[in-house]
């Protein structure tokens, strides 16, 4: 077992205030990844899986100088788009995704997207977390999307002490004020991609760090990578 997975003692509400007011204090919820309207946003989380959201815009930015509806998607067909996306991991996939989403779209639910999870689940390529992202971003709701950046951060933290996302993303609803709901995942996301990040976690400068059941991890891995290279 990972000295992350052992059991840790987690934040009270008092703590969990503080570290989400911190937070919304030291950063800007603005979503990095480029979309205007909600069918744009959809295919963009879509390309996003293992892409970084740079890679994407990049994408985007040409794509949709010709694919702004369903029905475009539909007559550019996978083989085409799939050359348009081909900078991006499994593109061939993602390409699949987005045609079978848009004639689903198209079929069921008259080229809108729909604002409700069930729904969007049943869309090719849309799992949990691309749904929340849907809702919390195209739909204003305050949902908790989970990705990895999500999951590190409020596990380290001491917010949770889940394995899974989906359990992540529960005990992160019942335990995030209201006011700090709708912005929640931007701040756990943008604290875990620039500062708390996977490897060499720089809690020196973490705005947080007073709070954080994991403060000093850097040097612990630190120490690790040292002894290791003895
Ligand atoms: S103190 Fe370190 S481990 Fe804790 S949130 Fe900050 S960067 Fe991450």
Known sequence: MSRESKKQPLLTAKQTAELFDILAESISPTPELNHGSKLDLIVAVVLSAQSTDKQVNKVTEELW?????????IDLGEEALAEKIKTLGLYRNKAKSIVGLCKILLENHHGDVPGAMEELIKLPGVGRKTANVVLNVGFGMPTVPVDTHVFRVANRTGLVNEKKPEKTELQLLKKIPKKHLQHAHHYLLLHGRYTCKAIKPS????????????????KQTQTRESQGSR
């Open 65 to 73: 100088k010709t694919c702004k509806t369903c029905q475009d998607y």
């Open 203 to 218: 809690c020196q400068r973490c705005q947080i760090a007073q709070l954080c059941k994991k403060s000093g991890l850097n």
